[in-house]
C-alpha cells in the first residue's frame, strides 16, 4: 500500500508541475506575433487584414519609402492605424503590416485591450519590459523588444492612470 500511495502521489505532483509550466509558458506573448482580434498580426497582407476587418474607413495612396526601396502606405480604421509597405513582401509587391497603433477597446491585441490593467498586462505579455514615463501627459510606456530572428522591432503598451490607452507594435525596416 505504501509502495501505492507514493506512486499516487508522484504522480498527482508531476501533473501539478506539467499544468503549472504550461499555465507559466502561455502567459508570455511574443511581441513578433501579437494578433489583432485573433487574425491579423504583423506580416498580415492587405487582404488578410481586409478580410479580417472589413473596409477601411481611411487608405493612404501608395508613396515611395526611402528605407527598404519600396511603397508604403497607411490604412485606418476607427481606433486602428495600420501601416503597410511592400519592400518586405516575398514578391516585392503585396503590402503587408509593419505596424500598427490600437487606440480603441473594441480591438484586441493578443488577450489585451484599451482599458485592460497593468497586471493583465504583465499576466499575458509577460515581465521583460523596459519603462519609460512622460510626467507631463502623465503617461507611462512600457516596451517589450523583438528579437532580431523575430523582428527586430517592438511593441509599447502605453498606460494612463495604470489602464491601457494605446497598444502600438513595429518592425525595424532600416
Known sequence: MDLVMKLTQTLILFTVLAIAAATAAGQSVNPARLKINGAVGLDSSYAQIVKSL????????AVHEECAGGREK????A????GLMDAASKDGKTFELVSFNVSSAKYTVSGIKVGDTEA???????????????AAKGETYWTYEMSDRDGPGQTTVTFKNSKVIEISSSLMMC
Not at 54 to 60: H, R
Not at 79 to 82: A, T
Open 120 to 134: 493583465m498586462v504583465r499576466t499575458k505579455f509577460g515581465k521583460k519590459f523596459t519603462i519609460d514615463k512622460d
Open 54 to 61: 472589413g473596409k477601411p474607413v481611411k487608405e493612404t495612396k
Open 79 to 82: 481606433g486602428l492605424e495600420l
Open 74 to 77: 497607411t490604412v485606418r480604421y
